[in-house]
């Protein structure tokens, strides 16, 4: 149980397009997401929390018009990279509130996105 | 703002030796999470701990945290090439809010 899955898992678009990357929890219901990027060798940081129904936090730093973020149900958050540019190819990767209340996040898969 | 520094960055051996891996905090953690991330996946959570001093123990994987639950390590026994991933370990603060450190990157050689 508890699978977070990611679409799609790769993608290449060109500068200035914008690319939608989805994350749904398969078999539980998740108040609470969270997105992350990943650069090649380096560990994960946290772009933005993600509540159903509200708008989403964004860590300091991270352009909210740029990712935009919206997690209009309880197993769908999508983040939006608008007008991309080369510098935010990257390995994005969220995650979702465990079920039950246990203190866990549990992650997609990722999604590499690379910009030309 | 916590920082969890992780060492070593990288690390390579060979099939069968032992390595550990330390995570230290600049604040006491709420509850530590290590996690394995192998290329081009998410993070897999591998324990939580949470009282200082606690020791868990996952197949050749011991987890040990410390007294004053700002430091942590991994030990793993006769690592196998399966073992190579990056580890991470991470602070789940309030509210599951989750900060990570730099992580360690293993190799192991066969």
């Known amino acids: 149980g508890a699978v977070v899955s990611q679409h799609p898992s790769w993608v290449i678009c060109k500068s200035g397009t914008s690319v939608k990357i989805e994350c749904r929890s398969l078999d539980f219901q998740a108040t609470t997401m969270f997105w992350y990027r990943q650069f090649p060798k380096k560990s994960l940081m946290l772009m933005a929390t993600s509540n159903e129904g509200s708008k989403a936090t964004y860590e300091q730093g991270v352009e909210k018009d740029k990712f935009l973020i919206n997690h209009a149900s309880l197993t769908l958050s999508t983040l939006t990279v608008t007008s991309a540019h080369p510098e935010d190819s990257s390995f994005y990767i969220c995650?979702?509130?465990?079920?039950?209340?246990?203190?866990?996040?549990?992650f997609g898969p990722g999604t590499r996105l690379t910009v030309t | 703002t916590q920082l969890l520094e992780q060492s070593p960055q990288f690390l390579s051996i060979q099939e069968g030796e032992n390595l550990t891996v330390y995570c230290n905090s600049s604040?006491?953690?709420?509850?530590l999470q290590w996690y394995r991330q192998e290329p081009g996946e998410g993070p897999v959570l591998l324990v939580t701990v949470v009282t200082g001093g606690e020791v868990k123990k996952l197949k050749r994987l011991t987890f040990q945290f410390g007294d004053a639950r700002k430091d942590s390590s991994l030990h793993i026994t006769a690592a196998q090439p399966g073992d190579t991933g990056l580890y991470l370990c991470a602070d789940n603060n309030a509210g599951n809010m989750l900060t990570f450190g730099g992580g360690t990157r293993l190799m192991v050689k066969p």
């Open positions: 995650s979702a509130d465990g079920p039950g209340g246990d203190y866990e996040q549990y």
């Open positions: 604040s006491v953690f709420s509850s």
